[in-house]
């Protein structure tokens, strides 16, 4: 199993982006899907993840209220709607995949995840 983010770049204080991430191999419909970030000098951590199974998601306090995931089975792919973004959003994000028997689960940690992307960086300038 492959997984490739993208979507990341440079954005203004307030602005938008949305992040993508693809699946290769796998079943990707059984997958529970997450992201996660890593700010400079810090812990990566939580951002949001979806279940499998009508569209259970979950988020971090953070994040809640300005980001949505979502994912498109039929393209193997998960996204993450960013809107109104702050400098403190800047990072380093990762998609992450499981296997899940339950498709209402949305893990948040990240030792529940065993795919990995390689990672997009956000920039959020002031």
């Known amino acids: 199993v492959q997984l490739q983010a993208s979507g990341g770049g440079l954005v203004q204080a307030g602005g938008s982006l949305t992040l993508s991430c693809v699946c290769s191999?796998?079943?990707?419909?059984?997958?529970?899907m997450g992201w996660f970030r890593q700010a400079p000098g810090k812990e990566r951590e939580f951002v949001a993840s979806?279940?499998?199974?009508?569209?259970?998601?979950s988020y971090a306090d953070p994040v809640k209220g300005r980001v949505t995931i979502s994912r498109d089975d039929a393209k193997n792919a998960v996204y993450l709607q960013m809107n109104s973004l702050k400098p403190e959003d800047t990072a380093v994000y990762y998609c992450?995949?499981?296997?899940?028997?339950?498709?209402?689960?949305?893990?948040?940690?990240?030792?529940?995840?065993?795919?990995w992307g390689q990672g997009t960086k956000v920039t959020v300038s002031s």
């Open positions: 992450a995949g499981r296997w899940s028997d339950d498709g209402f689960y949305t893990g948040r940690g990240q030792d529940v995840y065993d795919y």
């Open positions: 191999g796998g079943i990707f419909s059984r997958y529970t």
């Open positions: 979806i279940g499998w199974s009508g569209g259970r998601a």
